[in-house]
């Protein structure tokens, strides 16, 4: 913080902040590694694995515990969409 505040390297302040930057590069280097390295094959580097290579067709899955949305006739919908009052089949 002292590094910081005067915006000077004194002689006494030197070696830490050599360890600093130091440390910087260091991460900064295992940074690149990870955005430019090979991916292993098998793994799809340009989007994140998130459970999406196994798609389902909602409705025929087992596990799938939502609600299916069923469309109806106009017959039984509101009087604004079929200009007559509501019945029942």
Same mark, same amino acid.
């Given at each position: 913080m002292e590094i910081a505040e005067d915006g000077r390297i004194d002689e006494w302040e030197a070696?830490? /902040? *050599?360890?600093?930057?130091?440390?910087?590069?260091?991460?900064?280097?295992?940074? /690149? *590694?990870?955005?430019?390295?090979?991916?292993p094959p098998g793994i799809k580097k340009d989007r994140p694995a998130a459970g999406t290579a196994e798609r389902r067709v909602q409705g025929l899955s087992t596990e799938n515990d939502c609600k299916t949305i069923v469309p109806h006739?106009?017959?039984?919908?509101?009087?604004?969409?079929?200009?007559?009052g509501v019945t029942r089949p």
């Open positions: 070696p830490e /902040f *050599e360890q600093i930057s130091e440390n910087i590069q260091r991460v900064i280097a295992a940074g /690149f *590694e990870v955005l430019y390295a090979e991916a006739s106009g017959r039984i919908a509101s009087p604004s969409f079929t200009g007559e």
